[in-house]
């Protein structure tokens, strides 16, 4: 089957990530079977899902949530089950949010091996565990693949596909074409080897690295490192990658340029960066600064907050596609 | 005088980060008295200035540019001088974007500090060359503090404000106030230690670091790289910082939660981290790799894409400070 047809999905585990997949699926003309262990599942659905499929442009919030579900079941577009085997067995693609822990992964996969029709890919969502590793007690290691999306999944655009070294190429190229299709925003990047945190984490991590160091040695505090990325690295990066921006800042000579030009003070730089770690008992000590330090810059978030930000997050995203 | 009465300033250099830089200061009730030791100066001056003013809403391009600075001079906005001397003599800020070489820093300021009233303040433009070190020859160290744009600075909110241990705290608030003018988009922000890259450096080249190794990896290439990072950090990172981000990552335990429940894969990720260096013998062969990778991906900008990127630029802006 074509990745662009219609397909039938299997969502596995309903947390915000999931609910924020199913929201995705749920824009193009796809049935999707939903299946999630936690006693209340039918209420939280009822409850969670219609926010994430509200119309961003809609100024109404509707005032029966219960109802927005109740129309995709009765349209057949929304199926809910209380067993693994009857919510994997009519699957073209099974996807999973569950619990970042390898155990249950191996022991999910092996499960719906046995239950998915023999054609049905495998995604697993996580942002941790390669594929290699989950796929330990499949009999058929070439159907798994990450599907790694950066949150949330319904409106930001990308998606890591990380094969592991047995997936078959053509499961690779139909995760890639089922999020390329026309007229969606999500960018799709295939990452040609398993590594820890894939891509976009690893650039995140170690940024967020520095960032800690910075703030340990009271370079700047938490709120105000948020406001200079914000002010300059953010936009920047929205509307160019690293490399595209540092080919433009090297003018006629490209990046080669840059990198002669400012050679010296990036060497610096990285022979000065910090070395903090998260786990262990050493350069743990910007741990309760930093924490402490976002507490008193940002709180907690209210809804209002939340709504306002994913608004903003859809107009950068609109912007980076329009033409002008 | 107050941060926020019209200013009458100096522009020592007036390269690319100079011009723009004049763009920003004339869009405020300022004097500008512009030096540059380049022959062919005010030719330069009169062809490119108008790009940099140029308003943005508008469709039509100023068919004769010549036009635009001469209503500059002949208004008194714009005064164009040959001496330093004379291009000092008036001022209450002297702002220098000169070679990036500390012998120049040094002599420009002992120059300056016996042409300049007194009382003007003294801003260098410097990506990598601490006040500290650029004071050494002056005899008043208290006037001199690092003012660091970000490309291009009429457009880029982000002034990193870097004084030096003997920078007096007036003159750093006084820089504070000038570009939080309300109204401006500009957001000027004090790093309280002078550090190496300053703060936005640092955390572009960390993150950069790790890019160039994922490339030399061959992990994913420099073009998938760059998507991956405009479909996910960049537009992020434009409407949260990274605290933020990973402050409402955690949900309602806040960065707490979420340092506890990616600790492993963080740690994971930093204990991998790539070590490329840019200069020496050891740790460089990502270059040619990268170079190659990104002049394939981009070549050379036109001048409709710099005009597009930079339109796309003030969008990302402009939407970071709208209510909705």
Known sequence: ??????????????????????????????????????????????????????????????????KVVAALISSGRLQIHSSLET??????????????????????????????????????????????KQQQDMQDKTRLL??????????????????????????????????????????????????????????AFALLREACHLVQEDVVTAGDLDTILMASLGPRWAGNGVFESYQQGGGEGGIRSFLNKLGDTMQNVWDGQGRVNVLGEQGTEWKEKVIQQTNEAYGTQTPEQTREKEERLRRFIRIQTQRF
């Not at 249950?104 to 890919?121: D, L, Q």
Request: charged share 20%; net charge negative.
């Open 1 to 66: 089957m074509s990745a662009t047809s219609p397909q039938r999905i299997t969502l596995i585990g309903l947390g915000t990530i999931g609910m924020s997949m199913a929201a995705l699926h749920l824009t193009r003309d796809n049935v999707i079977d939903v299946f999630d262990t936690r006693p209340d599942f039918v209420d939280y659905l009822i409850k969670t899902l219609p926010g994430f499929l509200a119309d961003p442009n809609s100024e109404s919030i509707e005032p029966q949530p219960e």
């Open 87 to 132: 919510a994997c067995a009519s699957a073209t693609i099974v996807q999973e949010q569950g619990p970042e822990n390898l155990e249950f992964k191996r022991s999910i996969w092996k499960k719906v091996e046995s239950m998915a029709p023999a054609s049905a890919h495998l995604w697993t969502s996580t942002s941790g565990i390669a594929a290699s």
């Open 146 to 203: 990450v599907v790694h999306p950066f949150n949330p999944p319904h409106i930001m655009p990308l998606l890591e596909i990380v094969p592991s070294p047995e997936t078959s190429a053509e499961r690779v190229e139909f995760a890639r074409q089922y999020f390329s299709i026309p007229g969606s925003r999500h960018r799709p990047v295939v990452i040609r080897k398993e590594i820890p945190g894939f891509v976009g984490n690893r650039l």
